[in-house]
C-alpha cells in the first residue's frame, strides 16, 4: 500500500477558545479597556460604597489609574491613601495590575 502525501490539506490546530478570545484582545488592543471595566465594577468593594459615590471618573492608561472626586477633601485624603488604594486594587484584580495613581 503506498502512501500519498496530503499537502493541500493545512495542518489543524485545536485551540482552547480562552486562548483564542486572548489572542483577539491583544490583536485588537482591547485587553486594558476590558481591565477598566472590570475595575470599575469592583470600585466599591476596593474602596467602599461612600468613596465610590463620590467618585467622578475613573480610567487607566498603561498601569496608571486616573480618578476624580466631586469633593476636595474627599480628594485630598484619597491623595494620602494613594498606596493604600494601589494595594487594595493589585489585590483585588491581579499582581502588579496598577503601579501608580493620579487623583484629581
Known sequence: MIE???RDVPERKEK???DVIQRVYNKYR???KIDEIEL???WADIVGELIAR???SISMKGKTLYVTFDQA???NEMFLQKELIIKAVNEKMGEGFLKKIFIA
Request: aromatic share 0%; charged share 15%; hydrophobic share 40%.
Open 4 to 6: 500519498m502525501e496530503n
Open 16 to 18: 482552547n477558545i480562552a
Open 30 to 32: 482591547i485587553t486594558q
Open 40 to 42: 470599575v465594577k469592583v
Open 54 to 56: 463620590h467618585t467622578c
Open 73 to 75: 477633601p474627599l480628594k
